[in-house]
Structure formats: structure tokens, C-alpha cells
């Protein structure tokens, strides 16, 4: 109950093109769902972060859209540039504890 | 934005001796810092949590004795591996939250190698 399955493992967008990855989990309890990119060798930098009373937030090019009843949530990346080319991972706490992290997705914008 | 370093960025050392590993967060007093470890390809993997000035609580199948962590300020953690092996060799990496806050502020990872 307290995983975070994460899709696709892998993904391959054009440059200008969108990218989707897909999160789901069990837990209704948490309260608190981020989403990070990772570079190689790298710490993970939080990208945008949503909490389930609100439906979709964006920022800049990144959007969540978050679906309660599904228990999904996903991160939309809209006209993808080489340069989004990382591994993203979705997560989810309850009231500020530990993070459950999805499996990643490697991400590659070509160009 | 909230800034969270680690030291050394790389450490190279011989088994069966022991390293120590710091996380500190720069601007804000963090209340809580956990610690990952992450293989390659693979996610993070929660090994403890930490809170100023109490015992770590360490996930199940971590030992305790052998990864110490110690959280004796607002602004640091550290972690030693005590008499490491190459099979300790890993990307570690703390993260902190300030308090009142669900937000996690990750370090640029540690890589460890023992040889």
C-alpha cells in the first residue's frame, strides 16, 4: 500500500513535443505529491510539487494533473527541449514524512 | 530557494576502514534530513530519517551500526559508514526539510567507492 508505481521506465520525445509520465498509488492517505528531475550524477532538484485538493497546477512548461479518485497523478512537460533530457521521479508523503518514490523514467528529447 | 550541500562530492577509500559523510542545509534550519542510497538506473532508497537531536530511525533491513548518523544541530547530518565494503560503494545522498514543511531539499549526492 505504501508504493508508487511509476510509467514508462524509458521515454523518447521530439524536441517540441510532449512529454507524459504516469504515477499511481495506493495510499489514500497521502497528502503530498512532488515531482523531481535528476540529472546524471547529480542530486534530485524538485521540479513542481501538487496537493490532492487541487486538480492540475503548472508551472512554466511543467503541468501535474492529478486525478483523486484514480489515485493517479501525471507530469506533463510540454515543448520538450534536449536539455529535459533526465530521469524524472514522481513521489508522495503523508503529513511531511518519508517520500515514496516511483521507479523513475529516463527521459530523451531529440533533436 | 532552499540549498542543501554534501561533503565530500566523491570519496574513494580502502575496505574496512570508515567514512563520514555531511549534510548541511545552507539557509533554513531543518528539523529532518534523510538519507538515500541510490545503485545506478535504480531509485532512491530511504535508509533513515533523522531528526535534530534524537536517534535516527533506520529503515528495516538497514544497519544501524554499520551506517551511524548523527544529527546534532539544525543545519547538519552526518553519516559514517563504518568499516566499509565494496558492496557499501553507492551514490548517497541527504535531504532536508525545514519545519512545518512537506518539502524535501535534496544534496548533490556523495559517490562512494571502496576498493
Known amino acids: 500500500q505504501q508504493q508508487v508505481k511509476q510509467s514508462p521506465q524509458s521515454l523518447i520525445v521530439q524536441k517540441g513535443g510532449i512529454s507524459i509520465i504516469n504515477c499511481a498509488y495506493e495510499?489514500?492517505?497521502?497528502?503530498?505529491f512532488p515531482w523531481y528531475q535528476q540529472f546524471p550524477g547529480k542530486g534530485p532538484a524538485l521540479l513542481i510539487a501538487?496537493?490532492?485538493?487541487?486538480s492540475e497546477k503548472k508551472e512554466g512548461r511543467f503541468t501535474i494533473s492529478f486525478n483523486k479518485s484514480a489515485k493517479q497523478f501525471s507530469l506533463h512537460i510540454m515543448d520538450s527541449q534536449p536539455g529535459d533530457s533526465a530521469t524524472y521521479f514522481c513521489?508522495?508523503?503523508?503529513?511531511?514524512?518519508?517520500?515514496?518514490f516511483g521507479q523513475g523514467t529516463e527521459l530523451s528529447v531529440k533533436p | 530557494g532552499a540549498v542543501v550541500s554534501q561533503h565530500p562530492s566523491w570519496v574513494i577509500c580502502k575496505s574496512g576502514t570508515s567514512v563520514k559523510i555531511e549534510c548541511r542545509s545552507l539557509?533554513?534550519?531543518?528539523?529532518?534530513m534523510f538519507w538515500y542510497r541510490q545503485f545506478p538506473k535504480q531509485s532512491l532508497m530511504l535508509m533513515a530519517t533523522?531528526?535534530?537531536?534524537?536517534?535516527?530511525?533506520?529503515e528495516q533491513g538497514v544497519e544501524k551500526d554499520k551506517f551511524l548518523i548523527n544529527h546534532a544541530s539544525l543545519t547538519l547530518s552526518t553519516l559514517t559508514v563504518t568499516s566499509a565494503h565494496p558492496e557499501d560503494s553507492s551514490f548517497y545522498i541527504c535531504?532536508?526539510?525545514?519545519?512545518?514543511?512537506?518539502?524535501?531539499?535534496f544534496g548533490p549526492g556523495t559517490r562512494l567507492t571502496v576498493l
Open positions: 533523522s531528526n535534530e537531536g534524537s536517534k535516527a530511525t533506520y
Open positions: 539557509d533554513f534550519q531543518a528539523t529532518t
Open positions: 513521489a508522495a508523503s503523508h503529513q511531511g514524512g518519508k517520500l515514496i
Open positions: 501538487i496537493r490532492p485538493d487541487v
Open positions: 495510499n489514500t492517505a497521502f497528502d503530498y
Open positions: 535531504s532536508a526539510s525545514a519545519p512545518g514543511t512537506d518539502t524535501q531539499y
